[in-house]
């Protein structure tokens, strides 16, 4: 990928490296990084080295009444402004500075933005356009000519205000095993920002799922993983905190025609302390636990990785299957498993190219 941008943007750290010496200074981190477990190689897979994001927000800089895209630099505090951005996906990417163009002819919609946020899938993009102001109707009837300009989809955000012109998500589409699957996701919720990658993630579980019978999820979200990966199991209960992400999973299933998972309101935690009949929760009044059978767990937890109470509840499982988007907490919480569990499958998902991050997928069984 090349970038004018390059050594002052503080996005992509590792600009000075050729695609394939990121991939090997990566390889080489998480092999040091996991000697202690023992780990002796990983699956590693790559990613497009640009146009790779299909989920972007960029701050809006004002000057002189002209309004910038703006990103902060390597500096400490320093702001960049920007035209384009060539690791956006190429629809975002040729969106960009005509949108901002269009927005900066109209002093309604000019006035008072402070960042815009982009999500794309194969044929739609949702654009949100976040405020310092509140959102009057006078907006709505400015905003709304955009969505017809350059056929995408707008949402206005303001303190305690969200206006949703047309609609709330985009479709995605995503092929796990050969079959298709169809996602509705909102504005707002959590996704994937590397669409090819997740693909990759979703297969990559798929296929080292062996000896099946229910499946137990924790962070679930829109159902991104939980929906393929039902096909292997008899039953799934799914839980996530978001009510909005509950919501879309709900969707997705119909959408998907999957009948045979059951979506919780819960944290790990609280999930952890009902199953071990600790509390009573009232959200579990028509749901009989004891009808499961888990054969695996599910997690893809936070940057900040599990608490030691749910690392000790998920023990009980014959096979985990953990999605990590922290190394370092990822070890951590490996050392404690693997007092009870062998690493079977160990792969590198490189979600984002030319910075330090790195996605890990590790599926452990017991002893």
Same mark, same amino acid.
């Given at each position: 990928?090349?970038?004018?941008?390059?050594?002052?943007?503080?996005?992509?750290?590792?600009?000075?490296?050729?695609?394939?010496?990121?991939?090997?200074?990566?390889?080489?981190?998480?092999?040091?990084?996991?000697?202690?477990?023992?780990?002796?190689?990983?699956?590693?897979?790559?990613?497009?080295?640009?146009?790779?994001?299909?989920? +972007?927000?960029?701050?809006?800089?004002?000057?002189?009444?002209?309004?910038?895209? +703006?990103?902060?630099?390597?500096?400490?505090? #320093?702001?960049?402004?920007?035209?384009?951005?060539?690791?956006?996906?190429?629809?975002?990417?040729?969106?960009?500075?005509?949108?901002?163009?269009?927005?900066?002819?109209?002093?309604?919609?000019?006035?008072?933005?402070?960042?815009?946020?982009?999500?794309?899938?194969?044929?739609?993009?949702?654009?949100?356009?976040?405020?310092?102001?509140?959102?009057? #109707?006078?907006?709505?009837?400015? +905003?709304?000519?955009?969505?017809?300009?350059?056929?995408?989809?707008?949402?206005?955000?303001?303190?305690?205000?969200?206006?949703?012109?047309? #609609?709330?998500?985009?479709?995605?589409?995503?092929? /796990?095993?050969?079959?298709?699957?169809?996602?509705?996701?909102?504005?707002?919720?959590?996704? #994937?920002?590397?669409? +090819?990658?997740?693909?990759?993630?979703?297969?990559? /579980?798929?296929?080292?799922?062996?000896?099946?019978?229910?499946?137990?999820?924790?962070?679930?979200?829109?159902?991104?993983?939980?929906?393929?990966?039902?096909?292997?199991?008899?039953?799934?209960?799914?839980?996530?905190?978001?009510?909005?992400?509950?919501?879309?999973?709900?969707?997705?299933?119909?959408?998907?025609?999957?009948?045979?998972?059951?979506?919780?309101?819960?944290?790990?935690?609280?999930?952890?302390?009902?199953?071990?009949?600790?509390?009573?929760?009232?959200?579990?009044?028509?749901?009989?636990?004891?009808?499961? $059978?888990?054969?695996?767990?599910?997690?893809?937890?936070?940057?900040?990785?599990?608490?030691?109470?749910?690392?000790?509840?998920?023990?009980?499982?014959?096979?985990?299957?953990?999605?990590?988007?922290?190394?370092?907490?990822?070890?951590?919480?490996?050392?404690?498993? $693997?007092?009870?569990?062998?690493?079977?499958?160990?792969?590198?998902?490189?979600?984002?190219?030319?910075?330090?991050?790195?996605?890990?997928?590790?599926?452990?069984?017991?002893?």
């Amino acid at each position: 990928m090349e970038c004018r941008y390059f050594g002052q943007c503080g996005s992509c750290t590792l600009f000075d490296m050729p695609y394939e010496k990121q991939v090997e200074h990566k390889k080489k981190y998480c092999s040091a990084l996991f000697k202690s477990l023992h780990v002796k190689d990983f699956e590693f897979f790559t990613a497009s080295s640009s146009h790779y994001r299909s989920r +972007a927000e960029f701050r809006i800089w004002h000057k002189d009444g002209h309004i910038s895209y +703006a990103i902060g630099g390597i500096e400490k505090k #320093q702001v960049v402004c920007i035209e384009n951005c060539p690791k956006v996906d190429i629809k975002i990417d040729v969106l960009m500075s005509p949108l901002l163009q269009q927005i900066e002819q109209n002093a309604m919609l000019r006035e008072k933005l402070f960042a815009i946020e982009f999500l794309a899938t194969q044929n739609d993009i949702l654009v949100t356009l976040i405020y310092h102001k509140p959102l009057s #109707q006078e907006w709505e009837s400015a +905003a709304l000519p955009l969505e017809s300009i350059f056929n995408i989809h707008i949402i206005g955000r303001s303190h305690k205000v969200r206006r949703v012109l047309s #609609q709330e998500f985009v479709q995605d589409n995503v092929v /796990v095993d050969g079959h298709s699957y169809i996602y509705e996701i909102i504005e707002g919720g959590f996704s #994937q920002p590397n669409r +090819a990658i997740n693909t990759h993630m979703i297969n990559w /579980v798929y296929q080292h799922l062996t000896h099946c019978k229910d499946l137990l999820e924790l962070y679930c979200g829109y159902g991104n993983f939980t929906i393929p990966l039902s096909q292997k199991f008899h039953k799934v209960l799914a839980t996530e905190i978001s009510k909005s992400s509950i919501k879309s999973a709900l969707k997705n299933c119909e959408l998907n025609k999957v009948e045979h998972i059951e979506f919780l309101r819960m944290s790990a935690e609280e999930l952890t302390s009902a199953l071990k009949k600790e509390r009573e929760f009232y959200r579990l009044k028509n749901i009989d636990l004891d009808i499961y $059978t888990f054969s695996h767990v599910f997690v893809d937890p936070p940057r900040a990785g599990m608490d030691e109470k749910s690392l000790e509840f998920i023990s009980q499982f014959e096979t985990i299957i953990y999605i990590s988007c922290n190394p370092i907490t990822l070890k951590r919480d490996l050392e404690f498993l $693997t007092q009870k569990f062998t690493i079977e499958h160990f792969a590198l998902f490189d979600q984002f190219p030319h910075t330090e991050h790195i996605e890990s997928g590790v599926i452990l069984k017991k002893i």
